[in-house]
């Protein structure tokens, strides 16, 4: 009885590898093990390119977000100003009270009083719609997109002076620091003869850029008292908003906020506006993986074509081992072997890639960029000025584990028609 030997053994990893370098009468196998090769090197780079390009795009998506917006702002429900009369207003009061009690409450870091209007600012034969902030110059210290001197122009100091604008609204105006525009209010002094819009002219400060396009287009910041005025909300403010420690639980702080509030405040959390993105993002991920998981298995499929082609060309090779004493097991893990150095091989191979490309995927746009003449990444439609890119862990492991994985399981099958070929029927006619 032919002795056993441990699985795995130094001469299977041998004969595997001698069989993978086939010679010139079997360049049929040769071309399967390249063209498998290629195929999962190309599938496991654009797995991982892929899964860190949605990682990347959805981390800047949300510092954007955190980094110029509050993570929860605090209104009241409208009331009614007179009993009886009709009109009714959600105009803050007592919103320094408010704020200090809710930046009473562990875990806030920031609760600002803002007045929040819409306005035209003018400048020249220019005009745009701006989305107005009335803001005290220490609190808008607290916003980091914002008052980010390395991406800003201006002195934040002299915010006081004048205002701050996003530094695309200032490029489709063409302001710079030190020109006066025009702020319009349709909502102005209050005469016998009806509402007369109000018309101010402020001095540019400052001009930011927070990552954002949608809010470097449109958004302007003012001190809090002439916001005051100017949107005629004296003695009062529109909104609280308020920073925590760990935006992504955001809702954990709801029912202490509610309380500190008072009666009638409700809450809007950075999730309730951009939720139902972060869901398709979510949704978006999942469905790429699978396509890309499709590619993959594809690719890996061509190991198996090469391995049956292996098996009918080596079955001399099979016969001869056997009555040397190999084991069916032995003879299944060499071919399991060739198959197996094919997807290691090409998942380390693509691994290499997909890290690459992905730590230099803004000079990768910047070429791709250059060669279409400009326009390949436009900010207005993602948002965002540029791609992102964000390599993790998990997404390695995932990409790794897959291709490793569906490499060694298409394996199986010629492997083990190699195993349990006859050895007799094998060299019958040899």
Not at 180 to 200: C, D, E, M, Q, Y
Not at 251 to 279: E, N
Not at 299 to 306: K, L
């Amino acid at each position: 009885m032919a002795g056993r030997t441990a699985p795995f053994s130094r001469f299977e990893f041998m004969i595997a590898w001698r069989y993978l370098r086939a010679r010139r009468a079997e360049g049929g196998v040769s071309v399967m093990t390249w063209i498998s090769l290629v195929g999962i090197t190309l599938g496991v780079a654009a797995l991982i390119i892929t899964l860190a390009v949605r990682a990347g795009f959805r981390a800047e998506f949300v510092d954007t977000i955190l980094g110029s917006n509050a993570h929860v702002t605090v209104y009241s429900a409208p009331e009614e100003v007179v009993p009886g009369s009709g009109i009714y207003s959600s105009l803050m009061r007592d919103y320094d009270e408010r704020a200090a009690r809710i930046a009473r409450v562990p875990g806030v870091i920031r609760a600002a009083p803002i007045v929040r209007a819409q306005a035209m600012v003018n400048f020249g034969d220019r005009s745009n719609v701006a989305e107005v902030f009335g803001i005290t110059e220490a609190n808008l210290r607290t916003i980091p997109r914002i008052a980010n001197p390395e991406t800003s122009l201006g002195d934040i100091d002299q915010f006081g002076d004048g205002i701050a604008m996003g530094a695309e609204l200032a490029r489709e105006l063409g302001v710079g620091l030190g020109d006066k525009v025009k702020l319009i209010s349709p909502n102005g002094a209050k005469t016998p003869v009806g509402t007369t819009p109000r018309v101010n002219a402020y001095t540019v400060t400052y001009i930011f850029t927070s990552g954002r396009w949608d809010i470097d287009k449109t958004r302007v910041y003012m001190p809090f008292a002439e916001a005051q005025s100017f949107f005629n909300r004296e003695g009062g403010a529109d909104e609280i908003e308020v920073d925590v420690t760990d935006p992504e639980n955001v809702d954990d702080w709801s029912d202490a906020l509610t309380t500190a509030g008072g009666p009638g405040t409700m809450l809007w959390s950075w999730r309730d506006a951009s939720g139902s993105f972060l869901r398709a993002l979510s949704i978006e991920d999942n469905v790429m993986f699978v396509i890309l998981s499709v590619l993959v298995l594809i690719a890996t499929m061509n190991i198996t074509s090469g391995l049956i082609m292996l098996v009918k060309n080596k079955g001399r090779d099979i016969g001869i081992l056997r009555t040397m004493g190999l084991t069916e097991g032995s003879i299944l893990r060499v071919f399991f072997l060739c198959g197996a150095f094919t997807g290691v091989i090409g998942t380390l191979a693509g691994l290499a890639i997909g890290v690459v490309f992905s730590l230099y995927i803004n000079d990768v746009m910047s070429f791709v960029n250059w060669i279409n003449g400009g326009g390949v990444w436009d900010p207005s439609i993602r948002g965002i000025y540029e791609l992102p890119a964000k390599l993790q862990a998990k997404d390695i492991v995932k990409a790794v584990a897959l291709s490793l994985g569906l490499s060694f399981v298409v394996t199986i099958f010629p492997a083990r028609r190699a195993a349990r070929l006859n050895p007799v029927e094998a060299l019958r006619y040899e």
